[in-house]
């Protein structure tokens, strides 16, 4: 054996076999603080380091192991408690702890996983009141998400018929504990968005934090936060918070609060058809007083007693009216009667060649004294008409030495100049 030559394969095989025969290794548990957490996107392996105050070891979780144990997802800083065991990883020859389960040193998995996924929604937005949709106040039909049978049903179902017997249940059965529950609870929110209802009440009774994990679930809360009829979580008592809290539409601390909160007190209703009652009474009342009065005001005007004169009245105008059209019409008739008398009568219609004996005798005149101011009559006696610049001279004055004259004749035009 002291003169066997190994190779570096053997060698780190050799240490792993070591290792594995070792009970102490095979189911370990080792506590310390995460860092360096990473996970392969391909794989979905998840690789970190394991440290204290003094040492490392390397660490793995395998995609599968994460899947059927882990409860949160781990973070660098986090102090925790992993179970599994330590073998040689004999390519590089390190060795490493290959985790099978992982819980949180001082505080439990399930709490870890609440704040991380409450963190995670909240800062995507879900619990924002932007998003709340208002309870309505007259539900003609509501639905129940919850146990076919215990407390809860029962209190719903009588808080409801006690306050508002009108409004119509609905039982949508659904597992409230377990692994499968989370899928039946979604199934069930769905199936009831079916069957017309107002309002969705989804909920459970009270229970230890493993009790009510369903409903911290991440698909029920967002199938909660995307479910279209407004919706009120009632998950265990006044002290239980989950989730499904944060992103319903209203969280009750009960589920009989959450029937409450769902429907009116039909006594309440009642009260307050009676005030608005009451209120619409005297309204109408004070009305028709009011009106009552303006309608004895107009009932004594004189219009109304005697209805006639607004008659009569306007008959006197249009009498007026038409004996004034009468007067006028007979007035103008008159007139033209007159003129046409006068025309039928006038001593141009009955001589007309004496008028016009007259006017030719006018022409002849008129023409005889256009004759004696004919210049040109004047021209033939042998006088003539001198001109500057077209215009008649009438005096010596209106001439100069220098400007050339026009000197008309009767038979011609002499052009001459003043020296």
Same mark, same amino acid.
């Given at each position: 054996?002291?003169?066997?030559?190994?190779?570096?394969?053997?060698?780190?095989?050799?240490?792993?076999?070591?290792?594995?025969?070792?009970?102490?290794?095979?189911?370990?548990?080792?506590?310390?603080?995460?860092?360096?957490?990473?996970?392969?996107?391909?794989?979905?392996?998840?690789?970190?380091?394991?440290?204290?105050?003094?040492?490392?070891?390397?660490?793995?979780?395998?995609?599968?192991?994460?899947?059927?144990?882990?409860?949160?997802?781990?973070?660098?800083?986090?102090?925790?408690?992993?179970?599994?065991?330590?073998?040689?990883?004999?390519?590089?020859?390190?060795?490493?702890?290959?985790?099978?389960?992982?819980?949180?040193?001082?505080?439990?998995?399930?709490? !870890? /996983?609440? %704040?991380?996924?409450?963190?995670? &929604?909240?800062?995507?937005?879900?619990?924002?009141?932007?998003? #709340?949709?208002? $309870?309505?106040?007259?539900?003609?039909?509501?639905?129940?998400?919850?146990?076919?049978?215990?407390?809860?049903?029962?209190?719903?179902?009588?808080?409801?018929?006690?306050?508002?017997?009108?409004?119509?249940?609905?039982?949508?059965?659904?597992?409230?504990?377990?692994?499968?529950?989370?899928?039946?609870?979604?199934?069930?929110?769905?199936?009831?968005?079916?069957?017309?209802?107002?309002?969705?009440?989804?909920?459970?009774?009270?229970?230890?934090?493993?009790?009510?994990?369903?409903?911290?679930?991440?698909?029920?809360?967002?199938?909660?936060?995307?479910?279209?009829?407004?919706?009120?979580?009632?998950?265990?008592?006044?002290?239980?918070?989950?989730?499904?809290?944060?992103?319903?539409?209203?969280?009750?601390?009960?589920?009989? !609060? /959450?029937? %409450?909160?769902?429907?009116?007190? &039909?006594?309440?209703?009642?009260?307050?058809?009676?005030?608005? #009652?009451?209120? $619409?009474?005297?309204?109408?009342?004070?009305?028709?007083?009011?009106?009552?009065?303006?309608?004895?005001?107009?009932?004594?005007?004189?219009?109304?007693?005697?209805?006639?004169?607004?008659?009569?009245?306007?008959?006197?105008?249009?009498?007026?009216?038409?004996?004034?059209?009468?007067?006028?019409?007979?007035?103008?008739?008159?007139?033209?009667?007159?003129?046409?008398?006068?025309?039928?009568?006038?001593?141009?219609?009955?001589?007309?060649?004496?008028?016009?004996?007259?006017?030719?005798?006018?022409?002849?005149?008129?023409?005889?004294?256009?004759?004696?101011?004919?210049?040109?009559?004047?021209?033939?006696?042998?006088?003539?008409?001198?001109?500057?610049?077209?215009?008649?001279?009438?005096?010596?004055?209106?001439?100069?030495?220098?400007?050339?004259?026009?000197?008309?004749?009767?038979?011609?035009?002499?052009?001459?100049?003043?020296?």
């Amino acid at each position: 054996m002291e003169n066997k030559t190994f190779t570096v394969s053997e060698i780190n095989s050799l240490i792993n076999r070591k290792l594995k025969m070792d009970p102490n290794f095979k189911n370990i548990l080792v506590k310390g603080e995460i860092s360096n957490f990473s996970t392969n996107a391909f794989s979905g392996h998840s690789y970190f380091t394991l440290k204290d105050e003094n040492s490392q070891i390397d660490a793995v979780m395998f995609k599968f192991m994460k899947d059927k144990y882990l409860e949160f997802e781990p973070e660098d800083g986090m102090k925790v408690i992993i179970k599994g065991k330590i073998e040689v990883y004999v390519k590089n020859g390190k060795y490493q702890l290959y985790a099978t389960k992982i819980t949180l040193d001082g505080i439990g998995n399930l709490y !870890a /996983a609440f %704040e991380q996924l409450k963190k995670k &929604l909240e800062m995507e937005g879900l619990f924002s009141e932007s998003y #709340k949709k208002e $309870i309505p106040s007259y539900p003609k039909r509501i639905g129940v998400v919850t146990a076919a049978t215990g407390a809860v049903v029962n209190d719903i179902y009588t808080t409801v018929k006690r306050r508002y017997p009108i409004c119509e249940i609905l039982i949508f059965p659904t597992l409230v504990q377990g692994d499968q529950a989370k899928f039946n609870i979604v199934k069930q929110i769905r199936h009831a968005q079916e069957h017309d209802i107002d309002t969705l009440i989804v909920g459970r009774g009270g229970g230890s934090i493993e009790d009510l994990w369903p409903f911290n679930e991440e698909i029920v809360v967002r199938e909660i936060f995307k479910c279209k009829v407004p919706t009120i979580s009632a998950v265990g008592h006044e002290t239980d918070y989950t989730i499904s809290d944060f992103v319903a539409d209203k969280r009750a601390p009960t589920p009989t !609060a /959450a029937a %409450e909160m769902a429907v009116p007190s &039909l006594n309440e209703v009642k009260f307050r058809v009676d005030n608005l #009652k009451e209120k $619409i009474t005297k309204n109408v009342t004070s009305k028709l007083g009011e009106k009552r009065i303006i309608l004895n005001h107009i009932s004594q005007k004189q219009v109304l007693k005697n209805p006639e004169e607004i008659y009569e009245i306007k008959q006197m105008h249009l009498d007026n009216i038409l004996n004034k059209l009468d007067y006028a019409s007979k007035n103008i008739i008159a007139t033209n009667r007159n003129k046409l008398f006068k025309l039928e009568n006038s001593r141009v219609l009955k001589n007309p060649d004496e008028i016009i004996v007259k006017k030719k005798e006018r022409y002849n005149k008129n023409m005889n004294k256009l004759e004696v101011l004919n210049p040109l009559l004047t021209l033939k006696r042998g006088y003539s008409i001198a001109k500057s610049k077209d215009k008649v001279i009438s005096s010596a004055k209106d001439v100069k030495v220098g400007d050339e004259i026009d000197i008309e004749f009767d038979d011609g035009i002499v052009n001459t100049k003043v020296i």
